[in-house]
């Protein structure tokens, strides 16, 4: 019997910009925000947000019809409500929010991704990097309002897996942990939250700081948790029981991932662990689409980073001379890689 084939999977990708960039423009005018415990009419959303009256209803049904809101009656008689997920993670009032990723997903990555074609033709970057020359971290950190919406977007992106992470890792053997590339301490915060123990410092460059101190002092925390600024290239690492890259080794090339790897093994004790966070590329490279696909947002965003598997950094750490590594499953596609001294 011969076996029916379907176009749809490749209709449902091919057109899939179409829902993207639909829910990313809400997420950008705060529809969801602005919606928050309300039931609105389409000319009430419309007149706050300013918007012109053609494709309001078009543009709020598609919402319906994607998942993301809630409607009572139509067009003229319909109110719009928030589901329970975009109340929680999409309502800026929200303590659970994660729409900064999105933000810059809209704001940045989206015109970029349209030049992916150039990218594999050329092996170059396709952000910032093609108008001034700069990195994407030149770019981001010369700009405090832009510098803020990354660290926010990253933050709301990672919370999860690092609750999941501070819960899930045996701190039981260890007093000390040091976060590099902290970003705003979410990662050590929440180390420091779910081992009453650990005593935790975060490192990044000196215009993260601020940010930093301003979020652990939020958590009441600023007595366990300390803030280094450095260069972590080429600052030494300082001395922890436990270090921690919560998606860093995937910016840089091999040589530089190596380099970071052998500056952590140095500051570890003989008993210490490296962690490295990551959305992990599958061994058999088939099956976590968000990893590769993670990669090949390293091509357009810098010059030599990218994605790997659990299968690369075992062997990466123990070429430095870490005795064993494992993986730790997080939430999501995302895991801990942990190589022990």
Not at 4 to 26: H, N, Q, Y
Not at 151 to 178: H, P, V, W
Not at 205 to 216: R, S
């Amino acid at each position: 019997m011969t076996q029916l084939v379907s176009p749809s999977r490749i209709m449902e990708v091919g057109f899939g910009f179409w829902d993207s960039k639909t829910l990313l423009t809400a997420v950008n005018l705060e529809i969801f925000t602005n919606i928050g415990s309300d039931k609105l009419s389409a000319d009430e959303i419309k007149a706050e947000l300013r918007l012109h009256g053609r494709g309001i209803y078009d543009f709020l049904d598609s919402l319906v019809s994607l998942g993301f809101l809630k409607r009572e009656g139509i067009l003229e008689k319909a109110r719009y409500s928030n589901t329970e997920e975009t109340k929680a993670f999409l309502d800026k009032n929200s303590p659970q929010y994660i729409g900064g990723i999105l933000e810059m997903l809209n704001d940045r990555l989206y015109k970029f991704w349209g030049d992916l074609e150039e990218g594999l033709r050329t092996g170059k970057p396709q952000n910032e990097i093609k108008v001034s020359g700069n990195s994407v971290f030149e770019e981001l950190y010369a700009e405090p309002i832009r510098l803020r919406q990354f660290i926010q977007a990253m933050s709301g992106n990672q919370i999860g897996i690092f609750i999941e992470f501070a819960k899930k890792f045996d701190f039981s053997r260890y007093s000390t942990l040091c976060d590099i590339g902290g970003a705003g301490g979410h990662l050590s915060i929440q180390v420091a939250l779910n081992n009453e123990h650990m005593i935790c410092s975060t490192l990044d460059l000196p215009p993260v700081e601020p940010i930093a101190k301003e979020t652990i002092e939020k958590f009441g925390l600023s007595s366990r948790i300390s803030t280094i600024s450095g260069d972590f290239f080429k600052d030494d690492f300082p001395k922890a029981d436990v270090i921690t890259m919560g998606n860093i080794l995937h910016n840089w090339n091999l040589e530089n991932k190596k380099y970071l790897i052998q500056k952590a093994y140095n500051a570890l004790p003989a008993s210490g662990a490296l962690v490295a966070i990551e959305s992990f590329i599958d061994d058999e490279r088939k099956h976590n689409a968000l990893g590769l696909l993670l990669s090949l947002n390293m091509l357009i965003e810098t010059e030599g980073g990218f994605n790997f598997t659990g299968a690369d950094f075992d062997s990466w750490c123990k070429e430095i001379g870490f005795k064993e590594t494992t993986v730790m499953p997080l939430t999501g596609p995302s895991s801990a890689a942990i190589a022990f001294k």
